[in-house]
């Protein structure tokens, strides 16, 4: 589904904001090509606005981020795509009015090679057997699960390189948050995907992830091996409320 | 019964023109969340356009291509260099700057035209034609509702068969992710002002030449059936101000042929009011997404 894993983004002194007082201050942080880092924190640590300034969609943003050796701050945020970046927002971004095939249409409509788009949406559907049957179904009729799936696969039809992905198991059961991490680690492992995962799901994101980092108030106050991070009792007291 | 015959196609001619006007407010309405009341005014300069090309070249067609073509610079110029540059956040800005546009638009009108009513032809027969000895609807009639259906259907088949559309559609109902995705909203919008500028500029230039002529005040009724088509419809919905067009039309028509032309803005304030206080996003609004 994606295409080559050279894929590493490097975040140096990132203070984001969006006009107020800064949400996340001065953060550094590697994402290696093909693993996951997972993202954990508390409601306000600035866990989405991370993700945002990645993409630039925080207004405020001081620092460096480069992907691939280029940076992307003053990428306009519509050229990200083209950069082998995706991004799947918090609430999943699915375009309700649109049906599935067309939000999965709209996942390509950047690229210069439409029969490739074409290959990747039969590749979507094959991977989420339950978008494919409810292609033709407005997006404002599909599950939570469905529409995770559908955000997820439409990210997934420009091919990107690295995945922004935004509390994906927000209000999902927990069968079905399994079956997104599974995803994930397939993606990773199959295809050499980075993927940078922001969760409150700490126990899920750890277990797929390799990388944990820790925001608290808007500040990196660990980043450590993901399975270091799950075993270590007094950080994760400390730290993530288990 | 034969009035009544000819007052629905009569009605329905009418309210063709205002589905397409209204459809130019819904295009922008959907790309930029704001009632473009400038809209009148634009269509009236597209209709100047058209008055002075065809009086040069004594080609109505020629005047009707230079009317769309002059809509597509002006709605695209009107978003690049006026509503591009208004703060967003503040949507009253907005409004008053269109009115600032009717304002200059109207002006610059006078000043070139003078305030005198020009008579415009139109292409065809205004006489209407008898089945079975009942008058039914005119050539011209024909050609108001074939030139609207062509660009209901063209518009149509862009929006939902096509990756520009599809991209317009993105950007309106979900900017931000549609940007994610690597749809240029401004570019967009700017094709939305453009296009609805060149729908208003036609409707105009169907329905001007059959009442007093072309003058700067010329569509400011047409705007207001046409603002009231769009609500009653739903702003948000294309086959809504179709629907909400031919209604207005048909109302009309009814008013005027029954009761005298006195009572029909009277009447639409009627239908206008009623509709608001009982399905307020208009009759064919989508229902609200589901929660999850």
Redesign the interface.
């Known amino acids: 589904m994606t295409g080559t894993a050279s894929g590493s983004l490097r975040i140096r002194e990132l203070t984001a904001g969006y006009g107020g007082p800064a949400v996340l201050h001065d953060v550094d942080l590697d994402v290696h090509p093909g693993t996951i880092a997972a993202v954990v924190g508390a409601n306000g640590a600035g866990k989405t606005t991370l993700l945002r300034a990645v993409s630039g969609l925080a207004p405020r943003c001081t620092g460096s981020i480069t992907w691939e050796g280029t940076e992307l701050r003053g990428t306009r945020v519509e050229d990200l795509v083209r950069r082998g970046v995706a991004h799947v927002p918090e609430g999943r971004g699915v375009i309700t009015e649109l049906t599935v095939e067309e939000n999965l249409r709209l996942g390509h409509l950047w690229r210069k090679d439409p029969a490739d788009g074409r290959r990747a949406v039969a590749e979507v559907f094959e991977m989420f057997e339950p978008l494919a049957r409810r292609r033709a179904s407005a997006g404002h009729l599909l599950s939570g699960g469905e529409r995770q799936m559908l955000a997820i696969g439409r990210a997934l039809v420009g091919r990107p390189r690295l995945l922004l992905l935004d509390e994906p198991s927000l209000g999902l059961a927990p069968k079905v948050t399994a079956q997104i991490m599974a995803l994930l680690r397939h993606l990773r492992d199959e295809t050499g995907l980075t993927i940078l995962l922001v969760e409150q799901n700490v126990r899920s994101a750890l277990s797929v992830a390799d990388r944990g980092i820790v925001l608290s108030l808007g500040r990196v106050v660990v980043d450590d091996d993901a399975g270091t991070l799950a075993a270590d009792a007094d950080l994760r007291h400390a730290y993530l409320g288990f | 019964m034969d009035r009544f015959i000819f007052l629905t196609v009569d009605g329905l001619s009418r309210g063709a023109v205002f589905a397409a006007f209204a459809l130019a407010l819904v295009l922008i309405w959907r790309g930029a969340r704001l009632v473009n009341f400038s809209q009148g005014a634009m269509a009236a300069a597209t209709t100047y356009i058209a008055y002075s090309v065809t009086t040069a070249s004594g080609s109505y067609w020629l005047g009707l291509a230079s009317a769309v073509a002059a809509g597509l610079v002006i709605g695209a110029l009107t978003e690049r260099l006026v509503m591009r540059r208004v703060d967003p956040s503040r949507p009253l800005n907005a409004v008053i700057a269109a009115l600032g546009i009717v304002l200059v638009i109207q002006a610059v009108l006078g000043i070139l035209y003078g305030s005198a009513y020009r008579a415009m032809d139109v292409p065809f027969s205004r006489r209407p034609l008898s089945i079975g000895g009942q008058a039914v609807l005119s050539p011209y009639d024909l050609f108001v509702f074939v030139t609207v259906a062509i660009v209901m259907i063209a518009l149509g088949l862009m929006f939902t068969r096509t ?1 520009v559309g ?2 317009m ?2 950007a309106a ?2 900017p ?10 401004g570019r967009m919008l700017t094709l939305s002002w453009a296009l609805a500028g060149a729908v208003g500029g036609l409707a105009a230039l169907l329905v001007v030449p059959t009442e007093l002529g072309a003058h700067p005040h010329a569509t400011d009724l047409v705007f207001v059936y046409a603002f009231t088509a769009a609500v009653v419809g739903g702003l948000d919905s294309p086959v809504g101000a179709v629907g909400g067009g031919l209604c207005v039309g048909l109302v009309l028509s009814y008013v005027s042929g029954y009761s005298g032309s006195d009572l029909s803005a009277v009447v639409i304030l009627a239908v206008l009011t009623v509709v608001l206080l009982v399905r307020p996003a208009g009759l064919l609004s ?1 229902p609200a ?2 929660q ?1």
């Open positions: 990756g599809l991209k559609r993105a109902f979900n931000d992710m549609a940007r994610l995705l690597g749809v240029d909203v989508r997404a589901r999850v």
